[in-house]
Every structure is written in structure tokens, then in C-alpha cells.
């Protein structure tokens, strides 16, 4: 079965452009979720969509924003690109069913903003 | 903020089991313990999670002690693939409908020796 799938696997941009990254979860789950992770620190939480409603986001700029799709696809959009925006941006997906149900997560899409 | 304490690192031979112990003593009751690694540049790998009673799949075990306040993630017969940074993890049973991602650490970098 495939796993989470997420595109580009390296994107180079510059500064004050805008970049969207796309993922593609397992088929049959229903939540999906964005995380940033810069080099050195762990994964940090951006947004997460459940069935197409935005359940929650962490503590990110409005710069940031993303969707979900009818077929629970889902796009992370990042506006004013800034050096700090260059990061691991990783999608997880999920079954929607609460704690009991585990992250998959991609092996991410790595943005260099120059 | 990270509610787990893991050790920075840690050293395992080949072939022995390697034992990695976690530190969550505000951990609520509704709350279930979740482990995941990381091999270096690709995403976080799902290994177990638990609530309250001791759990063991194809990857590993997880023995979780009865006050919850501590875990321990037991790789029975480490190889040099399970180098990696293993993270500890406290997710909510359930939030309500709201986001219940996930709060990673700095994790345990796990070194397995040849």
C-alpha cells in the first residue's frame, strides 16, 4: 500500500515568493496534518484538516495557510517567503480517529529559501 | 512545550536490546504515550503507542509503569538500521473535535554499534 506522499521532495525559492506543497495521505484516512521541522529540532505542528474543516494550528504566521481537498488531499501555501521558512515541511495522515489513531507521516517536502 | 524527558543520547551494541526510557510525570489520564523515530532526512516513523497496559508489536514493546508517570520503549534485537532519534510523545485521547497533534522533543539520538 502507499504510504503518505508528498511533492516536490526539494523546492529552491527566494525570498518574498510564495511556494505550495502537496500531499497525498493514505488511502482511507480522513485527517491530515503539517508540520515544520528546521534542522536540528523536532517536528512542529502547523495546521491539522479533518475532513475538510481546519481542526486546529500551531502557533504560525498568517503567512501560512493550506486546504484539504474532497479527496483528502491537502496543500500547505507559505506567502512572503522569508530565510527562516527554510525547513523540512512534513504532512502526516491519519484515520481522524482521535488519540487512538497514529500519524504516517511522509518523508517531506526541503525548502530552501535563499 | 514538550511534556516528555528523554535522555540526549545513547549507545547500544548490535544484536542486544536496546532500552530507551522516557520521562512523562504530568501526564493526564487521558492521554496516551506515543513513540516514534527518525532516520536521518526522512519522516517520522510510527512505532507503538499505549494508554495504561504494556503493548508489543512487530517493531517493539512498550512497557509503561502503573502510576504512567514513565516508559520505556524496548528494541529486542537492535541493528544498525535502528540508529536513529527516537521520540517520546503524550497525545490526547481524545480533544474534543479539536487539533490533536502531536509535540515533539529534542528525542533520544539512539546509536546502535557494530
Known amino acids: 500500500d502507499a504510504g503518505v506522499t508528498q511533492s516536490p521532495t526539494h523546492l529552491i525559492k527566494t525570498r518574498g515568493q510564495h511556494v505550495t506543497l502537496r500531499c497525498s495521505p493514505i488511502s482511507g484516512h480522513k485527517s491530515v496534518s503539517w508540520y515544520q521541522q528546521v534542522l536540528g529540532q523536532g517536528p512542529q505542528f502547523i495546521f491539522q484538516y479533518y475532513e475538510k474543516e481546519e481542526r486546529g494550528r500551531g502557533n504560525f504566521p498568517d503567512r501560512f495557510s493550506a486546504r484539504q481537498f474532497p479527496n483528502y488531499s491537502s496543500e500547505l501555501n507559505v506567502n512572503a517567503l522569508l530565510l527562516g521558512d527554510s525547513a523540512l515541511y512534513l504532512c502526516?495522515?491519519?484515520?481522524?480517529?482521535?488519540?487512538?489513531?497514529?500519524?504516517?507521516f511522509g518523508n517531506g517536502t526541503r525548502l530552501t529559501v535563499t | 512545550d514538550a511534556k516528555t524527558t528523554q535522555p540526549t543520547s545513547m549507545d547500544c551494541a548490535e544484536g542486544r536490546a536496546a532500552n530507551l526510557p522516557c520521562n512523562h510525570s504530568?501526564?493526564?489520564?487521558?492521554?496516551?504515550v506515543y513513540w516514534y523515530r527518525q532516520i536521518h532526512s526522512q519522516g517520522p516513523q510510527y512505532i507503538i503507542h499505549?494508554?495504561?497496559n504494556n503493548e508489543t508489536n512487530e517493531m517493539a514493546s512498550l512497557i509503561i509503569t502503573e502510576d504512567r508517570k514513565s516508559s520505556t520503549l524496548i528494541l529486542p534485537h537492535a541493528t544498525l538500521r535502528d540508529t536513529a532519534v527516537y521520540y517520546c510523545i503524550v497525545r490526547v485521547v481524545y480533544s474534543g473535535g479539536g487539533a490533536d497533534g502531536l509535540t515533539f522533543g529534542k528525542g533520544t539520538h539512539l546509536i546502535i554499534q557494530p
Open positions: 504530568t501526564i493526564s489520564g487521558n492521554e496516551y
Open positions: 499505549g494508554l495504561k
Open positions: 502526516a495522515s491519519s484515520t481522524g480517529g482521535q488519540g487512538n489513531s497514529p500519524l504516517h
